[in-house]
């Protein structure tokens, strides 16, 4: 798995398999290539790494980060516009996200919605208002990404845009909602006379004297195969979250702890475009999850290790995650009261992740000096909280009037140090047709890319969906400019 250079096609004695278009990995966004490619005519056959198709995409809570408009939004009674999904995501996906590609996205979200409804994947028109991780039931739309959290509903009227598969028999965690996203577009894709092969860990691609990608090499039960691609290759092998250099390199302060990641997202397609002069964006990237039920942040304060309030806890957990990590050195506790936490429990709540305190005084004053925090710290914090929350308000972080009330007595504080988890949101760098491009700036000709394994939408924000949207948004570019050639 380390030799990744190139391998001249006038080596390649023998084609063990070829196809107009050859997909590498089989989940969201290599099925979403393989349904479009074959629907413009071309011979499609997928390599996928593991023994089943899916990929990170089956096992995911589902979200699919859709809005502008879509009918689903519609159903549920909300309005929405692709400008107003823009200025949303321009603002969340952080520094360095790609302006004319949230635009793109934003503009074709209504379309992508239709399209997945074609191919079969179900939804149910009702929307989900609490908060948490993924609806609790098969709702199919709730917000997944504080679009109506401070600062963002500022920024653009808030809309909830985590449009989430139907699941089936979820009591009985028969399937979840990126299954029910999974199976339809792999049922489609065979519909359509899509071939798959598993068990294939690809090498290398293989280039033709001039530069272009006319195939890969790879391994499949012991034995070296090389599969042609007659018109292009498209990447989905995801990100690189289980390659121990590259997280070391690129977001150490999540390596050896990735969430929502499979071990096939070990980096090999990223290194393999690389080998050929691909460029790399956002590689330092991450996203954060925050173990800990929203159910129970929204109805507390989040201080760091000064004592000090530094998100509005009703944002969405991500966010806090990461600031979390990055800007409070992983260290936060959760103040809340003995209501707070009953009221909590008592909530329409999964309850896999709802903590205890760890510490449990009378007084704000008596839990200040059992946590050790400086002296006056959280008394100052607890007192101001406490006069606005009285009022209705949140002056200093404007959390919501909803999850405002004063924190009484007896008082706990639930340990959150190094709660945190990730994975990276960098990769290839791409075109809006999904064109894997070379440090020069240029197309790698016959080479496509989408997915985790690229640089999407998200930079130094997230959303949860992002990467199942642009996954199978920008997969199905790939699959069309493939069968182009």
Known sequence: MTEVRPVPAASVANWDHEADVVAVGFGVAGAAAAVEAAGAGADVLVLER?????????????????????ALQKACGFTDSPENMAAFLDAAMGPGADSDRIADYAEGSVEHFEWLVRCGVPFKPEFFGEPGWEPLGDQGLMYSGGEDAYPFNTIAEPAPRGHVPQMQNKKQGQASAGFMLMKPLVETATDRGVRSLYDVRVHSLVVESDGRVVGITARQYGTDIAVRARRGVVLGTGSFAYNESMMARFTPRIAGRPISAVEQHDGQGIRMAQALGADLAHTDATEVAFVVDPQQLVRGILVNARGQRYVAEDTYPGRAGQLTLYHQNDTAYLILDEAAQEEALASQTPKLILRKPKWVCETVAELEAEMGLPPGSLQDTVAR??????????????????????????????????????????????????????????????????GRCTAGLAAWGYASGISLGDGSFYGRRAGRAAARG
């Not at 023994?51 to 809570?61: E, V």
């Not at 405002?404 to 639930?414: D, E, N, T």
């Open 50 to 70: 593991a023994g089943a198709w899916g990929g990170a995409a089956a096992l995911a809570g589902g979200f699919i980060y859709l809005g502008g408009g879509t």
């Open 385 to 450: 909280y406490n006069e606005g929350a009285a009022r209705g308000e949140d002056p200093l972080l404007h959390k919501k009037a909803r999850w405002l009330r004063p924190i009484g007595s007896p008082v706990g504080a639930i340990d959150l140090r190094h709660a945190t988890g990730g994975f990276p949101l960098g990769g290839l760098r791409t075109s809006l047709d999904a064109e894997v491009l070379h440090v020069s700036g240029e197309s790698i000709p016959g080479l496509y890319a989408a």
